[in-house]
């Protein structure tokens, strides 16, 4: 092999590097963000996961407990029993 083909394999790996490797920064850059997001997405899914099973438990109660009916429609739904009477007071200033 002669000097010249040396060289020209040089510089065109040379040519070759100097474009490569800003594309592989880049892409390792995404990677990185595409893990953050995986990551972010994973505790999403298990405060969901919580979210679920607490609001199952809540169906199960209004279910099976009546009482705890009756509180939920007293004080998110501010239902009363027949004869009742609310008062209601204001603060004091």
Do not use: C, H, W
């Not at 060289?7 to 990677?31: E, M, T």
Request: charge should be positive.
């Amino acid at each position: 092999m002669e000097k010249r083909d040396i060289i020209k394999i040089s510089l065109v790996l040379a040519i070759l590097l100097i474009l490569l490797v800003p594309r592989f920064y880049k892409l390792q850059r995404n990677k990185n963000k595409l893990r953050t997001q995986i990551q972010l997405q994973k505790q999403r899914i298990e405060q969901l996961k919580k979210e679920n099973t607490a609001l199952g438990e809540e169906i199960q109660l209004l279910k099976e407990d009546p009482d705890y009916r009756e509180e939920v429609a007293r004080n998110e739904m501010g239902l009363i029993k027949k004869g009742e009477i609310i008062y209601r007071t204001s603060p004091e200033n």
